[in-house]
């Protein structure tokens, strides 16, 4: 069904004969999925349909909603998704895939407020969500979170308000729920207005073990790092619980591997973030990112680790070693991309090295080799089977170097390789709003694309759901501020985004979204 969906979408979309895109899309679609396709038995229906049989058959339900070109993505495929163990557990759900250019599958990531790819939820029969499981974590912890959930898994709203109100009243299963909840693709959970720091603090200081108290603590500190970030002054934002030390707690758990590891996903990724809060001294700070990176540089090859994971162990130490604008020594280059060439030779699966050769270029631009990556991207093309995910990191590198005219045409070589009706919008959009920054002169052509992008829907509907409005929304406010200066607001882009406003559903979702769009315009204008 989903095939038949993308082919009549496509169609319609690219202009192509009926028998040139079925050609295409079955290439598309019987390379993309052939671990999820010969193992997990995902449900072939709807949604309504799906969550109908889950509540007549009394199973709760396994929701991954994913992309073709999503790096992370292919990296739960080609680790979770071929978990015998996550495999068989998923027999007792109805699992079911949604991809986000199949009909309808931004407004159910509406509905369900994801925030991006991949996402997986988990609901009970009766259609109540119950928890959301994060990536980068091991893989029997993913098998750990699905099978708690057949029996003891309580919706995880309701355990942040007992936790709000006696956290005595918790279980150790539930600390496990919270501990490997993926906080980072939910804004729902926590009741509006809750201090997710304190929240956070809380659950670290009630968990049942170390390792949950650790990943609480992490999570504690990164609602630190966000408060900052959104604070003022810089400081305001951060304020310690009486006698929590910081500096010591993290000390603790990066001095331990099994700690260590058990906060990879955390802690492979954030670490100029974290030490760059005002509550280290700085021979505190000095301290830490020698133990951080070393630490995570030592543990880099960990058998519990993919190999994108591991390559991340070199995030750490590449922060530390270039944070003053410094090069690498000619040695750790050398090492650094015989690692990298190492894990490129080994990954021969064109899927699997979406995530791999996505990795090894941010390690290598993370190392400031960005002609390696450039290089990397560039031998990439011919072998993926999503170009032109690539093609947009090269429009990166280049915009970087300051070759505009080559990152424009990077960025609509992109969108004019991209496939699938979300897909190429969110990459269309990407094209114009290059334009609009390396080549704002260039009127007519970014007008004529972007009235491209909105004739290219079948459904206007669709546009104002999920992710593909929060592109409409970024794509919007740019064209505005563009225009201003040149006095052409009434565009026809803009005349044609109120035509489809006036054929949404009265006070539906769609037509609150579209409403907002205007609201936001006279905000600019008036700014």
């Known amino acids: 069904m989903y095939k038949l969906l993308i082919l009549l979408t496509l169609s319609m979309l690219m202009g192509c004969s009926a028998e040139e895109q079925l050609s295409k899309t079955d290439q598309h679609q019987a390379a993309a999925y052939p671990e999820i396709d010969a193992s997990i038995e995902w449900f072939g229906g709807t949604m309504e349909e799906a969550f109908a049989l889950a509540e007549s058959t009394d199973k709760p339900l396994f929701l991954y909603w994913g992309a073709v070109w999503c790096p992370p993505c292919q990296e739960i495929k080609h680790t979770v998704f071929k978990s015998q163990t996550f495999i068989n557990l998923t027999a007792a759900f109805i699992p079911v895939y949604l991809d986000g250019d199949t009909d309808r599958a931004q407004s159910w990531g509406e509905k369900f407020g994801v925030k991006g790819y991949p996402t997986m939820i988990v609901f009970n029969p009766q259609g109540k969500e119950v928890t959301r499981i994060p990536g980068g974590i091991d893989v029997s912890r993913y098998n750990g979170v699905l099978e708690l959930s057949l029996n003891e898994m309580r919706p995880t709203s309701e355990l942040i308000e007992m936790a709000l109100d006696d956290p005595d009243l918790l279980k150790d299963s539930d600390f496990f729920q919270l501990a490997f909840y993926s906080w980072g693709q939910d804004t729902s959970a926590v009741p509006e207005g809750t201090n997710e720091a304190e929240l956070f603090y809380l659950l670290s200081n009630k968990a049942p073990d170390e390792e949950l108290s650790s990943r609480f603590y992490m999570a504690y500190v990164n609602a630190?790092?966000?408060?900052?970030?959104?604070?003022?002054?810089?400081?305001?934002?951060?304020?310690?619980?009486?006698?929590?030390?910081?500096f010591d707690r993290l000390k603790s758990i990066l001095s331990s591997n099994e700690l260590t590891l058990a906060c990879w996903d955390t802690l492979a990724y954030t670490a100029e973030e974290i030490v760059s809060l005002p509550v280290f001294t700085q021979t505190e700070r000095d301290e830490l990112e020698t133990l951080w990176a070393d630490q995570l540089f030592s543990l880099r090859f960990a058998e519990s680790l993919s190999k994108t994971e591991k390559l991340a162990g070199w995030f750490p130490s590449l922060y530390l070693l270039t944070k003053d604008e410094q090069s690498l020594s000619t040695e750790l280059q050398d090492q650094l991309r015989q690692e990298m060439q190492k894990v490129d030779a080994a990954t021969p699966d064109s899927y699997e090295r979406m995530t791999v050769i996505n990795q090894i270029s941010h390690v290598y631009r993370e190392a400031n080799l960005d002609k390696d990556a450039q290089l990397l991207l560039l031998a990439e093309l011919d072998k993926s089977v999503s170009p032109y995910y690539f093609m947009s990191g090269l429009a990166s590198l280049a915009e970087k170097d300051e070759k505009f005219e080559e990152a424009v045409d990077w960025r609509r070589k992109a969108y004019e390789h991209?496939?699938?009706?979300?897909?190429?919008?969110?990459?269309?959009?990407?094209?114009?709003?290059?334009?609009?920054?390396?080549?704002?002169?260039?009127?007519?052509t970014i007008n004529t694309q972007a009235i491209e992008l909105l004739a290219a829907f079948s459904d206007s509907s669709e546009l104002f759901s999920g992710r593909n409005f929060r592109t409409l929304r970024r794509l919007n406010k740019n064209l505005q501020k563009w225009q201003l200066p040149q006095g052409s607001v009434a565009t026809a882009f803009h005349e044609q985004i109120k035509a489809f406003?006036?054929?949404?559903?009265?006070?539906?979702?769609?037509?609150?979204?579209?409403?907002?769009?205007?609201?936001?315009?006279?905000?600019?204008?008036a700014s």
């Not at 630190?224 to 030390?245: K, W």
């Not at 991209?418 to 007519?444: C, D, N």
């Open 418 to 444: 991209s496939v699938g009706e979300a897909t190429r919008f969110q990459w269309g959009t990407s094209y114009v709003l290059a334009m609009i920054r390396m080549s704002s002169e260039e009127e007519t």
């Open 224 to 246: 630190m790092v966000s408060a900052n970030e959104e604070s003022i002054d810089q400081t305001e934002g951060v304020t310690l619980p009486e006698g929590d030390r910081v």
């Open 501 to 525: 406003c006036a054929v949404q559903i009265e006070e539906s979702t769609e037509s609150q979204n579209c409403r907002s769009l205007f609201v936001e315009e006279t905000l600019v204008q």
